[in-house]
């Protein structure tokens, strides 16, 4: 078996090694026929490299070919541009923008190379057509960009611009006001294609043009105001009812003007580009934003009366809320300026409205004191000073400028737009309850003043009453404490009380003091005269009142029927007592003469009176 498996592997190694012996035969016969091409292709490389490289001179010189052929229609193209593209243009853009736009193209392209190859012996003639052709398209631009503007524009009426317009229009006062829209937005793209070609062209005329339609519609809308400030008007010579409308003028400027501005700034970025789009808007409302301010500068200058305050204060609360808006649309332009301008105006309204109320303050305690009224009603200081301030803190504004502590930072304001602020409160409670304090002593040097010390009385009552009432009905003024409201009103009892007693006091006593002697007959003469006298006098003393009161007023018909209800309840009692116990005594034989004024006549009389 062994020599068996020696025999088998003998002949393997023997199969091997022929099949070697093969391989290696096979590969040298392979590596001379690879030898073999590759110097064939040698020779057939040198054999083509002329052919090579003359096709590579042919292909440089079939592209310069085309170059030169491209150059040379190019320039063809260019010195025949004008008469391919004139028919085109002569037509204007207001039936085929797209045509005309792409024809205008290529003419200010033609232009623009012809400008640059005037070597060319033809390019000065067909560089004059072109630049002629452009003309007449610029013309043909300009005036379709006219026309499209003034067709799609949509001039507002100012009347409808301001709140009460808006709201009565609306017919809510919750509706937000809508964009003001000047021109329809459908035309703004061809507006601006064509604004776009001629400004391109160096048709500027269309800037021009552009800002004079947009400042004459502005100045239009300006114009419908009513109280608007002619120029150099001095307002310092005027009343305040007259400065009062040109306030109100200013107001409903000033909130037009900013709606306007809002609008003219974002039509101007719609139809150009920058610089031109804020060129344009400075163009067109920088006149009327700078007459606006001064207008309102004037007004600062008129008289300091205190009504002026709520005058400054509406100027100053549309400030407050036009401000932020003009910033975005004023600041970062060269109407800059204007701005600065404005916010100096109003800087310059809050001080001028805390020196008019502090001069105001001064002046409550300065009315002279001989100054009265004959009726002994409520005087106008009272009534003036009291409305004054009830008005005054209508305004949202009037805390922080009056009462902010200007060292500190301002707080922010609560939803109703007041300032929460403790000491805003303190400090508004303090200058209330001065103002009130200086009114009460110059009402008691008018009280003074009077000869009569029960019209004197009537006279405080009255105006210390219409006080506590003023204070109690708002919620501004309360603030100075129910303590002072409940010490006023026991002030306004005890001037009833001193009123009843010097006007009825002695017309009471008579009637309680004086009776008839009881189971006694009265003497001749003496008794019988007495009793006259007494009766004279009591009718005398009756007879002044009545006069006296039928020219005297309680004005508050509450407290005129408290009074009246009080006077009659102490005399009539009395009265009707004392002459029926007089009926009785015979004392005269004309009693008509002497019982001259019945229980009803003074009833009569209390009605009749105190109701100038």
Not at 27 to 56: F, H, I, M, W
Not at 399 to 405: K, P, R
């Amino acid at each position: 078996m062994a020599e068996m498996g020696t025999q088998t592997l003998s002949i393997r190694i023997e199969q091997l090694s022929q099949s070697l012996d093969w391989s290696h035969q096979v590969s040298q016969e392979a590596c001379g026929v690879l030898d073999q091409y590759c110097n064939q292709l040698s020779d057939l490389e040198r054999a083509v490299q002329p052919v090579v490289l003359k096709t590579q001179q042919l292909i440089q010189t079939r592209e310069k070919i085309k170059q030169a052929r491209a150059q040379a229609e190019e320039v063809l193209d260019h010195l025949d541009a004008s008469r391919k593209v004139e028919a085109k243009i002569l037509q204007g853009p207001h039936t085929d923008l797209v045509s005309f736009m792409a024809a205008f193209n290529k003419l200010d392209a033609a232009i623009t190379f012809l400008q640059k190859h005037r070597n060319l012996s033809t390019a000065d003639d067909a560089l004059r057509h072109a630049t002629d052709l452009q003309k007449d398209g610029l013309r043909l631009c300009h005036e379709e960009f006219l026309s499209v503007l003034i067709a799609n524009s949509q001039e507002p009426k100012a009347s409808k611009l301001t709140s009460a317009g808006f709201k009565q229009d609306m017919g809510e006062a919750s509706h937000p006001q809508q964009e003001l829209v000047l021109v329809m937005p459908a035309v703004l793209p061809k507006l601006r294609t064509l604004a776009q070609s001629m400004l391109r062209c160096r048709g500027s005329h269309v800037f021009k043009a552009y800002c004079d339609l947009q400042r004459e519609v502005l100045d239009r809308c300006l114009a419908t105001l009513p109280n608007q400030a002619p120029p150099n008007e001095d307002m310092s010579k005027m009343s305040w009812s007259q400065v009062e409308k040109k306030v109100h003028g200013w107001v409903q400027a000033l909130e037009v003007l900013t709606q306007m501005l809002v609008a003219e700034s974002g039509l101007s970025q719609a139809i150009f580009d920058s610089p031109y789009a804020e060129a344009a808007f400075d163009e067109i409302v920088s006149k009327q934003t700078a007459e606006l301010t001064k207008f309102g500068q004037a007004i600062l200058q008129s008289k300091r009366l205190p009504d002026k305050v709520f005058g400054l204060l509406d100027m100053h609360e549309q400030l407050d809320a036009q401000l932020p808006v003009l910033s975005q649309v004023l600041a970062n332009t060269n109407s800059g300026n204007v701005f600065k301008d404005m916010r100096s105006l109003h800087e310059k309204l809050q001080v001028e409205i805390q020196e008019t109320f502090a001069e105001f303050l001064g002046s409550v305690s300065k009315d002279p004191a001989k100054n009265t009224v004959a009726d002994g009603t409520v005087h106008p200081l009272t009534a003036t000073t009291l409305s004054f301030l009830k008005r005054l803190f209508i305004y949202r504004s009037a805390l922080h400028i009056l009462f902010q502590d200007t060292s500190s930072p301002t707080p922010k304001r609560d939803g109703s737009g007041h300032l929460p602020d403790a000491g805003v409160t303190q400090r508004m409670a303090d200058t209330v309850l001065q103002l009130l304090d200086a009114l009460l002593a110059n009402l008691n040097s008018k009280a003074k003043a009077y000869k009569n010390k029960a019209l004197s009385a009537l006279f405080l009552m009255n105006n210390v009453h219409y006080m506590v009432k003023a204070v109690e009905n708002s919620t501004a003024l309360a603030v100075i404490g129910q303590d002072w409201i409940e010490q006023h009103k026991d002030q306004v009892e005890q001037y009833g009380e001193e009123y009843q007693n010097q006007s009825w006091g002695p017309v009471i006593a008579l009637v309680k003091e004086n009776r008839p002697p009881a189971g006694r007959a009265l003497s001749a003469a003496k008794d019988r005269g007495a009793i006259k006298e007494m009766f004279l006098t009591l009718n005398g003393y009756i007879q002044t009142l009545q006069e006296q009161q039928r020219q005297w007023t309680i004005p508050d018909t509450l407290l005129q029927s408290n009074m009246k209800d009080a006077i009659a309840e102490d005399f009539l009692p009395a009265y009707k007592d004392f002459l029926e116990a007089y009926k009785s005594v015979e004392f005269t034989k004309s009693a008509e003469k002497y019982f001259k004024y019945s229980v009803k006549d003074i009833q009569a009389m209390l009605i009749d009176t105190l109701t100038k």
